[in-house]
């Protein structure tokens, strides 16, 4: 279309004109010319309206040299529905979307390949509904079972935890879209977020809870990330000096933009000094809009510069960070891939990370698969025929459909078998056991050859009403690790009327099994599995689908036994706005296997249809570097998968280090009989810790032990690295 430039003058055939050029910017230095041609142009109240918020998921723009306004979205599994100003302005674009898995899940698959999947579809999504940064990946360690968001984040491990994180953020990214890493940076609990004070090591700080957004920024390329609400050793995080300028910033090299948690900046001058480029909130408690000029930085920061208080370089190198990542996915130059939405194809992507993240933890006797033999089906529970997509807080997701496991159980049944239903218990918080609907559930495990019970955990059933009956969700913790809703004693009671019994457990972590584990011959772990998730459950009990998922954190057996609550702190006290991390290194499986405490569940651990060998294994080490060669055979009947897992434990170390560490796997695919030599590289900082005496990574000459094998609590092959 042919554009005159008689139409246009000053500012605006300026603007036009470098429309044009943004399209050809490719290197950072291209894209940074760019952005300080439109940074020169700016006024002083123009540059301000880019750094805070213009409505409830937007931050301004300034329409006069082309720069939309910033749209952002929730979405770690995917694009959340509309809202505020963005559900008046949708333009009738469907408000629903692909309902993928949630973090977990896609963590327990081992399977960065499915993490980079993961986030093409999300970031496709957002695209096609007109969003420039997706709130995601969440990837807080989960260091306490009890926390109500571990459903949004991956693992307790920070390696896992990176190397999923890298997949994702690229597969969003690749798409156009920004990808926003978060929370930065220990938010591991929800009660109080936005009050309490962390305090913890430093050493703790650098091994276990930066590891994952340091892969973020350095690898994984990631454009933005999002402050948490919390307090670190007495600072606001999302305006914190250490965290964000000295660490983030300085030290990794971070070119994109800080964005706060909605609501978590208290102080104008520390948002301004301490590194937050965005400021996002909302305030619609008294059902007004607010008025966003008047936000941390809002017209405070015109008048601080322009009474000489506040130098305008701070505010350049805000805008500019913005500007770098809309230049980056081309949110000026609307040149962004266009996207797709809810395709085929991202459906059977939903499907195939819920087969392979969905974990097989016990399977006595072979009670699974089920075979043909097996004519009917008693499927007990809530959860099995509840969806699940509205609940969880900011992460709710309006999915175009979800099958349910009674669904998926009666799609993928064969001919002749009969499936009966009993709901077995209420969704109801303090509720108790429901006699009469625990006596019906009995009664049809006892007329059936096999009783499924799906049960667990709960998001809670919309937005507005999460935090009633939520244990999973955003802004709520759980009380204790007891199963609610009296499902202890269905689960007994079911047993008893029929041992052929086998327990799901749909919920973002652990659960005390303590009353029934025993003996209850086949559990699985579901998490909250997406929309696919009662088709890939019927697959994997029926045997179609060969299940390969592995628990990225441990399963204490009960509270007491989790190590934040042993060694370290857990703010359930009114009174308490500081939580210690004084469980230190020791998160999940490093206290488990260094204090000698046997889980319910190990980190790694996860059960296949088939069987796996461990053999040949070498161990060549030079310059600070080791190379790990072995080989794993299927040795069964039926193809699988098995997750190699590698560790690493230092023989003499000047500081104490875990038992054991994560520094590297593969998930290896096999047919039967098939055997496949595996090869991983252990570089340096597979051997280093933080010495927090001398404040720096260190590498201590000597021997370390290479441990190989399908969890942590299971080491196959052993051999040794001497640096």
Known sequence: MKISRLLYSGAALAALLLQQSIAFAQTDADVYQKADALLKQMTLQEKVSLIHGSSSFTSGGVPRLGIPEWVMSDGPHGVRLEHGRTYADSMGIADASTYLPTGVCLAATWNPKLGYAFGSVLGSEAAYRGKDVILGPGINIIRSPLNGRNFEYQSEDPYLVSRMAVGYIKGVQDQGVAACVKHYAVNNIETKRTSINVELSERALREIYLSGFKAAVQEGGVYTLMGSYNKVRGEWATHNNYLMNQILKKEWGFKGAVISDWGA????????????????????????????????????????????????????????????????????????????????????????????????????????????KVKSIAVIGFNANRPQGLGGGSSQIKAF??????????????????????????????????????????????????????????????????????????????????MPFGQDELIKAVLKANPKTIVVLIGGGPIDMTQWAQNTPGIIQAWYPGMEGGNALAGIIYGKINPSGKLPMSFPKTLAEAPDHVLGDFPNSKDSNTVYYNDDIYVGYRYFDTYKVEPQFAFGHGLSYTQFAYS?????????????????????????????????????????????????????????GEKKQVTLILNQDAFQYFNDVTNNWVMEKGNYDILVGGASNSINLTGTATL
């Open 616 to 672: 040949g294994m070498q161990v060549q080490a030079a310059n600070g570097k080791a190379t790990v060669t072995f080989t794993v055979t299927n040795t069964g009947k039926t193809a699988g998968a098995e997750v190699a897992q590698v560790y690493v434990h230092q023989e003499k170390s000047l500081l104490p280090r875990p038992q054991k560490e994560l520094k590297a796997f593969d998930k290896v695919f096999l047919q039967p």
């Open 401 to 482: 459909y979800e099958v349910t496991a009674l669904e998926g159980l009666k799609r993928q049944a064969a001919k002749g078998v009969k499936i009966t239903y009993a709901q077995g218990y209420k969704i109801e918080r303090g509720a108790q056991a429901d006699a009469a609907m625990i006596k019906q559930a009995a009664d049809a495990a006892s007329k059936a050859e096999v009783a499924v019970i799906v049960g667990g955990w709960t998001h809670g059933y919309d937005y507005n009403v999460w935090a009633d009956n939520a244990y999973d969700a955003e802004d709520t913790d759980k009380p204790n690790m007891n």
């Open 265 to 372: 900046v208290h102080n104008t001058q520390q948002a301004l000094w301490n590194g937050t480029d965005v400021e996002m909130g909302t305030d619609l408690s008294l059902g007004k809009v607010p008025d966003y000029r008047k936000y941390f930085l809002g017209d405070t920061v015109v008048a601080l510069v322009k009474s000489g208080k506040t130098p305008e370089y701070i505010i350049d190198d805000k805008v500019r960070r913005i500007l770098y990542v809309m230049l980056k996915t081309h949110v000026i130059d609307k040149q962004r891939k266009k996207g797709s939405f809810n395709t085929k194809e991202h459906q059977q992507t939903a499907r195939k990370i819920a087969e392979e993240g969905i974990v097989l933890l016990k399977n006595q006797n072979n009670i699974l698969p089920l075979t043909s």
